[in-house]
């Protein structure tokens, strides 16, 4: 479960981010190919457009953090669209890798062990959230 403190730590750590947003979404993607390079055809050649969502994203889920029951929905709405994109299970655990690889050299110190921490447990609770999603998605389809 999240804590007052986790969420406070990565709202405060967002707000660092969104001054770079550019540089980090770039950073995000560029090691994301770098080390999953099969994720590449997940995605449109030109991913300009996919680096705005995914730090619009970001924000909306920062700043929906305090209220999961509003946030839940749109989050497993999310995960649905991913599946049927072709995203699985495994591609998670990279995307976190990568996220807070990206964190680590956009927010250098401002990273400490706490704030690194509470993206991690945030990541874990939107993946999951996600993964539900996708889930609840496959067992429909498969009804029809």
Known sequence: MLTVADITRVRVSFALVKPI???AAEMLYGRLFEVAPQLRS???ENITEQKRKLM???ATAVDGLG???RLVPAVK???ARHSAYGVSTEHYAIVKDVL???LER???EALTPDVKSAWSQVYDVLAATMQAGAAEA???RAAE
Do not use: E, Y
Request: charged residues 15%; hydrophobic residues 50%.
């Open 21 to 23: 947003q550019d540089t």
């Open 42 to 44: 997940l995605f449109p």
């Open 56 to 58: 619009a994203m970001m």
């Open 67 to 69: 209220d999961l029951d």
């Open 77 to 79: 709405a999310l995960g």
């Open 100 to 102: 807070l690889w990206t």
């Open 106 to 108: 956009g927010l250098g």
């Open 138 to 140: 496959k067992s429909l």
